[in-house]
């Protein structure tokens, strides 16, 4: 029988993260995520299942603690909000450089700068677009539940070692927060040394006569094994593009204008659908699941029966900037957005959307 | 006598270590990184330890120590070796993990992973290059560049109002509890290098013991960077280097 606990969205991804078989946790302490570290040292994992758990002394050297766990073919997490993420680029970028896979958590709170500790979603350009330097991407995935920050946990570490890449779990303040009914899968054991060393063959599990030595690393100094590199990185985007989009449409077989929304404005917006419904308006809502790769396709897709489309974010317009290459031109795309970790009601984006299709 | 005369196995006086792969090295002749390699190549075969021990390599000159000794190696972004070995050795407890960093890696841009590495009394080894440059970026100034020494970034002579005096990390080092070994050592001769081998090999084997952190620093030669012939460099290294830098243990507990 499944076994459901009441928890908040943060201790979800505490508590997966264990019965994944997780093997290392490395972060260092910022609101709104700080349950996440607080909850594995009271759940003491290493005496269980053998999970490492430290709290480093600065995000700069959590990422970096990735990379060394990653390199040796270990599922690694870290977590952290908006600041501590800008301060974890650097290992990102060498981290995507370099292949290595690791999924990272980010709780998004207000910014730019310390911000605000109240939720936001303003750090979609630092997510999809980079962040680091270099050309470089990461599978960016986007729950809207505590039930999704359990899973995708999991899914985050399948899509980091199917594509040796960096996977980010982009949450926010409500989602890291809300407390949630969530439903405990089965345990994945961690794997043993013995399956590292035959399933991840480039890992430093230290060099034996049978093989050549092991280097991760990011540094390509002749033009033409950087260029080659840089293609292979670019490669694996265009496969994630075709095989790992994911998004949730709702109420949009029928519908004449749809809302682009993810995370906890996904929440939200289901009930400006409803709110439009009732008044005849053929509203639906499509949410992202993956923000990079992004649903460019099934937005082309819905384009010719719609009349408009909104994207409601916690930002000052970023993810609409996607809808809009999307979109291309084709119809009209509207933004609607809150900023200072205020979170908008259902009623407040339906009377920003009759505004902008009353024009 | 001729050359096939000599060359016979009973006649072999000295071997490089198998560990130190067949590459040529690209550091400058005269480098203090070359002969560093070699001493930990020799100590890793001595102890049979080739299939256990993962390297972390820096960003500087020795950002290419994995052509060079025949392990499994990481490279690490610049300062930020402690950390990785950190992970390295908390999630592969058998293994002997080391870093091998310059004086602006461990220094400057990456205080604070190695000394709080050092502080939690991680289980690895630390191999500090100090050679009082930047090296690799074409001779900058770094933290450990003596008072008066000319740098490209110091061309005028390094002086106390402009960038401080001379950052002494080992020192600093040695005070953290988690530090069980912290030694000085150099390479410039035979009798020096033999001792520097000595105490890498100590180093290493006390990662095995689970001591705390082991940590060599190995003053060193940049010829390059300080525009002098690889022989003066090593006269100019005891005469001025030494004096800042004392040579000999900090702490062996
Ligand atoms: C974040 C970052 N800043 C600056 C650099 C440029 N850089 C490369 S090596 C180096 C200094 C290396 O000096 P040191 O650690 O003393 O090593 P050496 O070359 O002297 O052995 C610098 C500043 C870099 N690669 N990354
Ligand atoms: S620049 Fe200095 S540290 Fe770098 S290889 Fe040359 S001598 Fe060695
Ligand atoms: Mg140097």
């Not at chain 1, 292979?232 to 593009?241: A, C, D, G, T």
């Not at chain 1, 719609?306 to 609409?320: D, N, P, R, Y």
């Not at chain 2, 190695?114 to 502080?119: E, G, T, V």
Request: aromatic fraction near 8%; glycine fraction near 8%; include cysteine.
């Amino acid at each position: 029988m499944a076994e459901f606990i009441l928890m908040k969205g943060n201790e979800a991804i505490a508590i997966s993260a264990i019965r994944n078989g997780c093997d290392g946790y490395f972060g260092y302490p910022i609101t709104p995520q700080s349950e996440v570290m607080e909850t594995l040292m009271v759940e003491r994992p290493w005496e269980t299942t053998g999970m490492v758990v430290l709290q480093a002394e600065s995000e700069t050297s959590s990422i970096n603690m990735l990379y060394g766990g990653a390199s040796c073919g270990k599922k690694v997490l870290t977590s952290s909000s908006s600041p501590g993420l800008s301060l974890m680029c650097e290992g990102l970028s060498y981290l995507a450089g370099a292949e290595l896979p690791c999924v990272v958590v980010n709780v998004v709170r207000g910014g730019p700068g310390l911000g605000t500790i109240q939720p936001g979603q303003g750090d979609y350009f630092q997510a999809c677009k980079g962040g680091g330097h270099g050309d470089y991407k990461m599978v960016v995935l986007a729950p809207n539940s505590a039930q999704e920050m359990y899973d995708f946990v999991d899914l985050g570490f399948d899509l980091a070692f199917k594509y040796l890449t960096p996977v980010m779990i982009l949450a926010d303040g409500v989602v890291g927060q809300m407390m949630e009914k969530v439903e405990l899968r089965p345990v994945k054991p961690r794997w043993s040394d013995e399956e590292i060393k035959k399933n991840f063959k480039w890992a430093t599990t230290g060099k034996t006569p049978d093989r050549e030595q092991n280097v991760l690393t990011s540094l390509a100094l002749d033009a033409a094994v950087h260029e080659r590199l840089n293609h292979k990185l670019q490669s694996k985007y265009k496969q994630m593009e075709t095989e790992d989009v994911r998004f949730e449409s709702y109420m949009c077989e029928d519908a004449d204008h749809i809302i682009v929304a993810y995370g906890c404005m996904a929440r939200i917006c289901e009930n400006t659908v409803e709110l439009a419904r009732n008044e005849g308006i053929k509203l639906g809502l499509l949410r992202p699941i993956t923000l990079y790769p992004f649903p460019t396709i099934e937005i082309q897709r819905m384009v010719p029966q719609l009349k408009s489309i909104m994207s409601v974010e916690l930002s000052a317009g970023q993810m609409v900037e996607d809808v809009r290459l999307a979109v291309n031109g084709k119809i009209p795309v509207n933004f609607f957005g809150r900023l200072g970790g205020i979170v908008p009601s259902p009623h407040e984006v339906y009377e920003a959307f009759k505004k902008e299709i009353n024009k | 006598m001729e050359l096939k005369d000599i060359i016979k196995p009973e006649n072999k006086v000295y071997s490089k270590s198998p560990v130190l792969t067949n590459k040529v090295m690209h550091y400058c002749p005269g480098c203090s990184h070359g002969t560093v390699h070699k001493l930990i190549a020799e100590v890793i075969e001595e102890m049979g330890i080739q299939e256990k021990t993962i390297g972390i390599s820096p960003v500087g000159c020795s950002v290419f120590a994995y052509n060079y000794i025949d392990i499994d190696w990481q490279q690490a972004a610049h300062g930020r070796a402690p950390a990785l070995a950190t992970a390295t050795k908390r999630l592969c407890p058998d293994k002997y993990v080391f870093t091998y960093q310059g004086d602006g890696d461990l220094a400057s841009i990456g205080t604070a992973e190695i000394i709080h590495a050092c502080n939690r009394g991680e289980n690895i080894v630390v191999i500090f290059i100090n050679n009082a440059i930047y090296g690799m970026t074409g001779g900058q100034m770094a933290p450990t560049t003596l008072m008066g020494m000319k740098t490209s970034t110091s061309p005028y002579g390094r002086t106390e109002e402009l960038h401080g005096k001379p950052l002494k990390i080992t020192e600093l080092i040695a005070q953290l509890e988690g530090t069980c070994y912290v030694t000085r050592q150099s390479v410039q001769s035979a009798a020096a290098s033999r001792k520097t081998k000595r105490a890498i090999r100590k180093a290493f084997e006390n990662s095995a013991l689970n001591k705390g952190t082991s940590f060599v620093e190995v003053v060193s030669a940049c010829n390059s960077g300080w525009k002098l012939t690889p022989v003066k460099s090593n006269e100019w290294m005891v005469e001025n280097m030494f004096p800042s830098y004392p040579i000999g243990d900090l702490k062996d507990r």
